[in-house]
């Protein structure tokens, strides 16, 4: 029976591992493991015997997998990382996403500049796919500010949905052989085309098995007041489909920014989704006064919470993967900042408390029941 809550925290300077009970009373913490080079993804795979996965991206000495077999008590390199074939022209910058496949060994690695991996044989040994790597748009992505990079993959079944900044949303309805730009009604406000066939800067994207079909997206608003080429672009921030990412529509109103990073589906609430709405130009908490913001009914209305939170002067900034929800049966929200500290919200996050006050600038938070 699964008994201990792990967290992954993938930082600026290595990866640390934080365990507690199911209580979740006290969080005690190891690492850093890769000390000093930055982690920005991270996966506690649950798979028969439990093990994490963490990226640790060298701009000097290359890029490494790390992986541990006794949940964060020590990490070995893998024997290889994902790379571009000699000819390909590109080169490895960093790796953002790393998620489980449908097969035991099985890893998906979506990395920077903007290209997915596959590894049949828990990260030993990596081939790319073309797909979406040598997709005929893939020479035209241009990076957003944090790079290149593919951020997102969900695989539904058939279908998989990957995240691009700055590229949009990509589907494949075929397991990953052939992708689709599936924008339609995500808007770019840096572009004259407000709504272009592709080329959004996608910041994250979440579902839920209980509602086929239903995705979530945080995606780059904070364009309401432009006044450039192609005019205002309001509420374009945060959406949802209905029908598996081939359109999309608006589920900002009432919400204090459009702009954010993550966006995170209650486990055991398809309606229940949450967002943390930061200031468009600074990139921090509106008025200095961190809250998340939560939707109950799927994104029609918005409320705030924040009870434990600094009430002034707090000017937080959550990254795309530096927030996660457990799936206890009464889950835990956590997210991280880039000044270090990692927040816990207990009771599906109607009170908060800082975990650790002082780590370095948080990439990557995930979470896992073990």
Known sequence: MADRVVLTIGTKKGVFVAEAGKTRKRFDLRGPFGPGVPVYSTLVDT????GIYASSCNPFFGMKVLKSTDMGKSFKETKSAPAFPKDDGRALINIWSIEPGSAKKELWAGVEPASLFKSYDGGDSWEMVPGISNHEHSRKWNPGNGGLCMHTIIRDGNRVH?????GGHYLSE????????????VGAGFQPD?????????HKIARHDDAPGRLYMQNHGGWANWTGPGGPRPDIGVLRSDDHGHTWRSIAKGLPSDFGF????????ADTVYVMPLEPMTRTCPGGAPAVWRSENGGESWSRIAKGLPKKQSYFTILRDAMTIDDLKTPALYFGTTTGQLWIGRESGEKFECLFDALPPIHNVKVAVV
Do not use: K
């Not at 798979?47 to 439990?50: D, Q």
């Not at 407000?194 to 996608?202: A, H, N, R, S, W």
């Not at 993550?262 to 609430?269: A, E, L």
């Open 162 to 166: 990957l995240g691009i900044s700055t």
């Open 262 to 269: 993550p966006i995170v589906v209650h486990p055991h609430d």
């Open 194 to 202: 407000p709504y272009p066939e592709f080329g959004q800067c996608v």
């Open 47 to 50: 798979r028969g015997t439990p």
């Open 174 to 185: 075929d397991g990953g052989q052939t992708f689709t730009a599936a924008n339609t009604g």
